[in-house]
């Protein structure tokens, strides 16, 4: 089980973490996909990590900040999008896109009501013109990010029944659904503008840490000197 949500944590109190996970004997291991550090015993995980992104995990989980690091963000939900660009922790681009894709009365997405009722209407067929045109205008700033800027890592947040829409746009995304360098943004994205893009890149550049329930016993035990050193400043 999971003890709490993901917390933001200063580099000294992961540092201490790892300091406690080595005298302990635990595993740590990188996984590229989330940007995490992983520390486990033999049975499960006891604490995940989401590491900034911009920074790289040495072998042993220690840090480094990464050389010119580009990053290019993309946040989609029914009807509002948003891209970003950064370079080295600078925003120097981004764009909101807005797009007539949810239905008035019910409050459901175009893509959703297609499902279940079809498009025979005027107002369905032009809800769905733009949702095409939506993902064709995201996708297009993307490929001029990916063709003016070597770009580092990409962020995403996009609920799965956008995919199939805006990997299957008749203007490509300019990566894969599998890329290497493709992150799940792993905050909750309500509603995708400048301001959430803002707080979003902020987030990503800092330390947040998810412990098991065991985790928090193997970590805060009592009357020891690493739980003494973790638990300073009380910001848990």
Known sequence: MISGNPKLISLEKYQSILEVSEKKGLQGTFEEAKHQWVISDSDSWLAKVSLPWNMQASASGILSVKDDFHLALVMIRAGIAVTGYFHNGEILDHKVFRAYMVRQKQGKSQIKYLKTKG??????????????????????????????????????????????????????????KNAENLI????????????????????LNGIHLTLSEKGQETFYQPYTTESNKLNEEGDW
């Open 119 to 176: 498009k025979s209407r005027a107002g369905s067929r032009l809800r769905l013109g733009e949702s095409e045109q939506f993902f064709e205008e995201i996708n297009e700033r993307l490929q001029q990010y990916n063709k003016d800027y070597a770009i580092t890592t990409w962020g995403i947040s996009c609920g799965k029944t956008l995919w199939p829409y805006f990997f299957g746009s008749d203007m490509p995304t300019p990566f894969s």
């Open 184 to 203: 799940s943004i792993p905050f909750h994205v309500q509603q995708p503008d400048f301001a959430t893009l803002q707080e979003i890149h902020k987030k």
